[in-house]
């Protein structure tokens, strides 16, 4: 039974006996009457395995000839014996697949960041493809989201918020060309208050100077009242986000790069405050960053050089990339190649250590032939200190990036 849970049971008789075993969620005495909750899709299914005479209670249709809709099930038959009463019954249970049960996720502020979070998120949903494994840190590009037993940390309903109706506009364009799940985010201008509610999980994608304003509107501190909120503002600290909000809403921290766009990402997320809902709140996080690249969670002290090295890091690789193009076209070589030969080359080189597990030092001395070209290179590169050049530009961003979100020294 590991991968499955009852979700609907038929009980041959007319009196239930316990089969804690199947931890039921609903249960059909005899047909007649239902105990089922909102599960009723889940019973249909289960119905469509009685046999003929099962008298089918109102406002459940058998399925046809009892095929089952999704042949995600086993059937299995259980006997147990009530020896006090002198009873023996059976139970008919179908083991199903459920419906994912899912939760809302809501993108306050949907600018670029958030729209690149929200389609990889959606993208990766659409992906799913039965026994993917479920390995969230090892993955590329974005981890595909898993089938599988019901889970609560995947979210099933999307509502994304903006300022402006054109902005709204342009974002239901975006969404819907991402198929039928994008088509189903709800998009909202000027309604953050109607979008928050509607939300389990809100993921917030302001500018940093604006989230005070949009925390403080009227009705969002009592909407957010138990929630998890997951700030990816670049230097406002959990400290004053948590000062504006209600101590029951779960703060977290999480600093995404603009790769998630095309879900290879690197997002690193604050560690999570020890809850009875940590296990959970863990695996949303996990699911929402790995479906857009590599998640890892780091202490929040580390965020200020996270922001510099992660989320900065793009603009300096593009300057390193820049250069070994403008070396090359310098060397003769037509524009267009040299810039694919030095992406390509970058790229590879950092999924040798990504993926291979390689140390940059052993790659580098592995191409380094005595008196060869690649030696006379580096010495060139050396003598222009370009180590501590790129070294000391992750130093200074990360000391500007802990003046962000900041209020301005006078
Ligand atoms: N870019 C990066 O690489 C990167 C990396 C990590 C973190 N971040 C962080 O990501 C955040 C967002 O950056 P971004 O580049 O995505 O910004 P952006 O494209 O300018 O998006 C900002 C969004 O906020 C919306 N907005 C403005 N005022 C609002 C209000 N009162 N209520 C609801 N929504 C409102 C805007 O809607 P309208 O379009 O209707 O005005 C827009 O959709 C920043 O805090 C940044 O620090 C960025």
């Not at 006997?79 to 249970?93: N, S, T, V, W, Y």
């Not at 009227?218 to 929630?227: E, F, N, Q, T």
């Not at 300057?319 to 060397?331: K, P, Q, S």
Request: net charge neutral; with cysteine; charged share 20%.
């Amino acid at each position: 039974m590991a991968d499955y849970e009852v979700r609907a049971s038929i009980v041959g008789l007319q009196r239930r006996l316990e089969f804690p075993e199947l931890n039921l969620d609903a249960v059909a005495l005899n047909s007649e009457r239902l105990s089922l909750g909102d599960r009723t899709r889940e019973l249909k299914v289960g119905i469509a395995a009685l046999d003929d005479e099962a008298r089918v209670a109102p406002g459940v249709q058998r399925a046809q000839n009892g095929v089952v809709e999704d042949a995600l099930h086993e059937q299995v038959e259980l006997e147990r014996a009530d020896r006090d009463k002198g009873e023996h019954c059976c139970a008919h249970a179908l083991l199903l697949r459920p419906a994912p049960m899912g939760y809302t996720l809501c993108v306050l502020a949907c600018g670029t960041m958030g729209i690149a979070v929200l389609s990889g998120v959606i993208e990766s949903l659409d992906a799913v493809r039965p026994n993917t494994a479920t390995k969230w840190e090892s993955h590329s590009p974005g981890t595909l989201t898993p089938t599988g037993p019901p889970d609560a940390s995947i979210p099933t309903r999307f509502v994304a918020c903006v300022a402006r109706e054109e902005s709204a506009t342009k974002l239901r364009a975006v969404f819907g060309a991402l198929g039928p799940l994008g088509a189903s985010v709800e998009v909202l201008a000027s309604r953050n208050l109607e979008a928050v509610q509607k939300a389990d999980v809100v993921l917030l994608c302001c500018k940093p100077q604006l989230a005070h304003a949009i925390l403080g509107e009227p009705g969002i501190k009592d909407a957010l009242d138990g929630k998890l909120l997951i700030s990816i503002l670049a230097g406002v600290t959990m400290a004053q986000m948590n000062a504006w909000v209600l101590p029951s809403t779960k703060v977290i921290r999480a600093m995404p790069n603009t790769p998630c766009k095309i879900r290879e990402g690197m997002t690193v997320v604050s560690t999570l405050p020890i809850s009875p809902s940590t296990d959970v709140d863990r695996a949303i996080i996990l699911k929402i960053f790995s479906s857009i690249g590599r998640c890892r969670f780091l202490d929040e002290k580390h965020f200020d050089a996270c922001t510099a090295l992660s989320g900065s890091g793009p603009a300096f690789a593009c300057i390193f990339l820049e250069a070994m193009a403008d070396g090359g076209v310098m060397m003769g070589l037509p524009r267009a190649e040299a810039l694919e030969l030095a992406a390509q080359t970058l790229q590879g080189t950092a999924r040798m250590v990504l993926q291979g597990g390689a140390h940059p030092a052993q790659i580098k001395d592995a191409v380094t032939t005595p008196g060869g070209c690649t030696i006379a290179g580096l010495l060139a590169m050396e003598d222009g200190r370009v180590r501590s050049t790129i070294a000391r530009a992750i130093q200074v961003a990360t000391e500007r990036a802990s003046e962000l979100g900041q209020p301005t020294k006078k």
